[in-house]
C-alpha cells in the first residue's frame, strides 16, 4: 500500500470547502458568478496543485500550503475583527482613497472614500458582483489565466471574496492614491483569504494603486490574491504592491496586466514579509508605444522563501519594457527570479531590458535566477542580466577609510543595493515609509 | 615626528612589493614619492591606509606615537590619515551628502565630539567645495557615481578638505588630470597646508610638483628608496628619466 492511497489529494479538502463557501455566500451571487466559480474549481480540480515537476514550480515546492487545511474564514467570524486600530498599516500621512479588508472581507467602518469625478466607480467587487454589474462580467477573470495558466488562479476564482472593483472611464485622473489593505487577524482555525481585484481604467485616464498586504496575527494564514488590470490607450498607471505579510503567512499572487497603445504602466513590488510567497506578474503590450515597467525588491532572511515570475509580453511593435528586480537574501532565505520576455512575430522595434541583481548577505542563502527570452522578430533589442555577489570589497574599504566603522559601512552598502528599485517609487510617503522599515529589517539582518 | 617607517616589507598574494621602506614625515612638511610603474608606490598608500589585502611581512609604522598597523582602516581615518584615492570607487546608491555627513561624524565621534548639526554641515560643504571648485550638485548624486576622472579627483581632495586630516596621502591624485584640474588639486593641498600636519604626494609626473614644492622628493625603485632629496631632485628625474635610477641599482648591484 502507498501513501497516496490512503492519503485524500489536497484538493479534496478544497472540493469540501467550496460547499461550505457556497452556503456561506448565499444571496451574494447571481447565476453568472456561481457558474464562473463552479468552472473555475472544476479547473483547479482537473490540473491540481503544482508539483516541483512543473517547470514553472521548479524551485518552489508548495507542499506546506498544500499539507495544511486552510478556509475561507465567514463574514460572521469578522466580528469584533473590524474594530481595533488599522494605524500601523495607513503609510504614515499618505492621503488615499482606503478600502480595507479584513480576513478577505471588506470592512467599510475602517475604509475611507474621497469624492471622486463623476462616473468613476470604485468600490467592494463583491457588491458589484451581487449587484450583477455588466462591466464587471464583461472583465473579470478574462485575463487572469492567459498569459501564464495557475492553478491558484483558478482556486482564487472559485473562492475569490472581496477586493477593489475600479471603473475609471475615459479621460479621468484619481489623483490621491488608492490603497487597497489586505489584513489578516488572529483566527480560530488557518484561514484563507482570496482577495480578488479588478481595475478598468479608461483611454488617457490616470490611477495609482497601492496592494498591501499585512497582518497583526502570527499564526498561520495563506493569502491568495488576484489583480486584474486593463489599461485604455494612453493611460497612465502606477502600481505599487507592498507584501509585509507576517512570517509565519503563505502568499500567493497572481498580476495580469492588458496594455492597449501608448499606455504607461509601472509596477514596483516589495516583499518584506511571508514565509512561502509566490508572486506571478504578468504584463502584456497589446498596443503600440507602450512603456511598461516591473520593478521588484525581495528582503528576506530566516527561512523565508519568495518567488517572483514575471512575463513581459511583447505583442505589439515599438514598445519599451523596463524591468529590474534586486534581492537581499541573509540567513537561510530562498529566492527565485525568472523573468520571461516574449517579443511577438509583431513586435518588431521592440526595446527590453531586464537585470536581476541580488546581494547574498549570508553563506546559507540560495538565490535561482532566470531570464528567458523568446524572441520572434528579427529587428529588437532586449538586454538582460544576472548577478549573485556579496557586499563590494573596494566600497567597503572607501567607506572604512573615510572613518565609517565596518558594520555601518556594510548597512550603508546593503541599503543602497536595496534603494535602486524604492528609488523609483513616485509616492513619496510611501517610499519615505518603504525606506525606513528597509533600514530597519537590514539592520536585524 | 608625525610619521616614521621602518624597514617596511609588504606583499600582496605572496609576491613582496615593499622591501623596506624607511621615511620619516614631520609636521609642515611636504613629501613627493616618485618612481616607476611598479615601484611600490601605490602600495605604500594602501598600506598606510589599511588596505588588507596588503599583508605586512616586516618593519613598523609609527603614526602620531601610536601603531598604525596595529589600527582598522577606519580607526586610522578618524585619527587624522586621509588617503586620497586613485581610483575612486563607485557607489551607486549612496548618496554622496549622506556619505560626507556619515564620515564626517563618525570622526567627531571618535574624538568624543557631538555629530555636527544639518545646517553647520551645509555650510561646511559650501565652504569647502569652493576650494576646490567643485559644483555642488555633486550632493545630490550618488558617491563617485557617473563623475569624469577629474571630478573624482577634486571630490577626493574635497573629502580631504572636509574632514582636514593630520596627514594627507595623495595616491597619484594627480594622473590624468588636465593642466586647470591640476591647480585646483594643487591649490587644495597648498590651502589645507599647515604646520601642524604633513602631506605624501605619490606621483608618477614631476608636473604637480610645479604647483605644489615639496620639501623633499624619495625615488622609490623596486620597493625600496633608492634616492631622496630636496625638490631638485625631481627636476633631475624629469630630465634624465626613471632609467637613471635604475641604471644606478643596477651599477649598485655590480
Not at chain 1, 518552489?60 to 474594530?83: C, K, M, W, Y
Not at chain 1, 473562492?159 to 487577524?185: A, C, R, T, W, Y
Not at chain 1, 494564514?221 to 486584474?228: M, P
Amino acid at each position: 500500500m502507498t501513501t497516496s492511497e490512503t492519503k485524500p489529494r489536497a484538493e479534496e479538502h478544497y472540493l469540501a470547502a467550496f460547499r461550505d463557501f457556497q452556503t456561506q455566500r448565499a444571496g451574494r451571487e447571481t447565476p453568472w458568478s456561481r457558474k464562473l466559480r463552479a468552472n473555475a474549481l472544476q479547473g483547479f480540480n482537473a490540473t491540481g496543485f503544482p508539483i516541483v515537476r512543473d517547470e514553472e514550480w521548479k524551485f518552489t515546492d508548495v507542499r506546506p500550503i498544500t499539507e495544511r487545511a486552510f478556509a475561507p474564514a465567514p463574514l460572521h467570524q469578522l466580528n469584533g475583527l473590524a474594530s481595533g486600530g488599522i494605524e500601523d498599516f495607513t503609510l504614515g500621512d499618505l492621503q488615499s482613497n482606503r478600502l480595507v479588508f479584513v480576513n478577505g472581507h471588506y470592512t467599510p467602518e475602517l475604509s475611507q472614500l474621497q469624492a471622486l469625478p463623476q462616473g468613476i466607480t470604485l468600490g467592494s467587487l463583491a457588491e458589484h458582483i451581487a449587484h450583477g454589474s455588466e462591466l464587471v462580467q464583461e472583465h473579470l477573470a478574462r485575463t487572469a489565466g492567459t498569459t501564464a495558466p495557475s492553478p491558484f488562479t483558478e482556486l482564487n476564482t472559485a473562492f475569490m471574496q472581496d477586493g477593489l472593483f475600479l471603473h475609471i472611464p475615459n479621460g479621468l485622473v484619481i489623483e490621491d492614491p488608492i490603497h487597497l489593505l489586505f489584513l489578516s487577524k488572529a483566527s480560530a482555525s488557518p484561514v484563507m483569504t482570496s482577495p480578488r481585484n479588478l481595475i478598468l481604467v479608461g483611454a488617457n485616464s490616470q490611477v495609482t494603486l497601492i496592494e498591501h498586504y499585512a497582518s497583526t496575527a502570527r499564526d498561520e494564514y495563506f493569502t491568495n490574491a488576484v489583480t486584474e488590470i486593463v489599461a485604455g490607450r494612453n493611460a497612465v498607471v502606477d502600481h505599487y504592491k507592498l507584501q509585509m505579510e507576517s512570517e509565519t503567512a503563505f502568499h500567493v499572487s497572481t498580476m495580469q496586466v492588458q496594455q492597449e497603445r501608448d499606455v504607461r504602466f509601472a509596477s514596483h513590488l516589495v516583499d518584506l514579509g511571508g514565509r512561502l510567497v509566490r508572486n506571478n506578474s504578468n504584463a502584456v503590450m497589446g498596443g503600440e508605444g507602450i512603456e511598461c515597467t516591473l520593478n521588484g525588491l525581495f528582503l528576506i532572511a530566516g527561512e523565508q522563501h519568495v518567488d517572483n515570475h514575471t512575463v513581459m509580453d511583447h505583442a505589439r511593435p515599438h514598445c519599451n519594457s523596463f524591468e529590474v528586480y534586486t534581492g537581499v537574501l541573509g540567513g537561510s532565505a530562498r529566492g527565485v527570479f525568472n523573468g520571461k520576455i516574449f517579443v511577438r512575430r509583431d513586435a518588431q522595434k521592440t526595446d527590453a531590458k531586464q537585470s536581476n541583481r541580488n546581494l547574498l548577505l549570508s553563506n546559507d542563502a540560495l538565490i535561482n535566477t532566470k531570464p528567458q527570452l523568446e524572441i520572434f522578430a528579427d529587428d529588437v533589442r532586449c538586454t538582460h542580466g544576472a548577478t549573485i555577489g556579496q557586499l563590494d570589497e573596494d566600497a567597503l574599504f572607501y567607506l572604512r577609510a573615510r572613518g565609517i566603522d565596518k558594520n555601518t559601512a556594510r548597512g550603508i552598502l546593503t541599503y543602497a543595493f536595496a534603494n535602486d528599485v524604492m528609488s523609483g517609487i513616485k509616492v513619496e510617503p510611501l517610499r519615505a515609509l518603504l525606506e525606513r522599515e528597509v533600514f530597519t529589517r537590514l539592520a536585524r539582518m | 615626528m608625525l610619521l616614521e617607517i621602518k624597514d617596511l616589507h609588504a606583499s600582496v598574494e605572496g609576491k613582496e612589493i615593499l622591501k623596506g621602506i624607511n621615511l620619516a614625515v614631520n609636521a609642515g612638511e611636504i613629501h613627493a614619492i616618485m618612481g616607476p610603474n611598479g615601484s611600490g608606490k601605490s602600495t605604500l598608500a594602501q598600506v598606510l591606509a589599511g588596505r588588507e589585502e596588503y599583508e605586512v611581512t616586516a618593519g613598523e609604522v609609527t603614526y602620531d606615537g601610536k601603531d598604525l598597523l596595529d589600527m582598522a582602516p577606519e580607526e586610522r581615518a578618524a585619527e587624522g590619515v586621509f588617503m586620497a584615492f586613485q581610483y575612486p570607487v563607485e557607489i551607486p546608491g549612496v548618496n554622496t551628502q549622506v556619505f560626507l555627513q556619515a564620515a564626517l561624524n563618525a570622526v567627531r565621534k571618535h574624538h568624543g565630539e557631538e555629530e555636527m548639526d544639518a545646517l553647520d554641515f551645509l555650510a561646511l560643504i559650501e565652504e569647502k567645495s569652493k576650494l576646490v571648485e567643485i559644483d555642488k550638485s555633486f550632493r545630490r548624486r550618488s558617491v563617485n557615481e557617473g563623475f569624469s576622472g577629474g571630478e573624482k579627483k577634486r571630490f577626493e581632495v574635497f573629502q580631504m578638505a572636509m574632514l582636514e586630516p593630520k596627514l594627507g596621502i595623495l595616491d597619484e591624485t594627480d594622473s590624468g588630470l588636465d593642466i586647470d584640474a591640476l591647480k585646483v588639486v594643487a591649490n587644495g593641498v597648498n590651502t589645507l597646508k599647515n604646520a601642524d600636519n604633513a602631506f605624501v604626494l605619490v606621483t608618477h609626473y614631476q608636473r604637480l610638483l610645479d604647483y605644489i614644492v615639496p620639501d623633499f622628493v624619495h625615488v622609490l625603485s623596486d620597493g625600496r628608496i633608492v634616492r631622496s632629496g630636496g625638490k631638485e631632485l625631481a627636476l633631475e628625474l624629469e630630465a634624465k628619466g626613471y632609467d637613471w635610477i635604475k641604471g644606478d641599482e643596477q651599477a649598485e648591484a655590480a
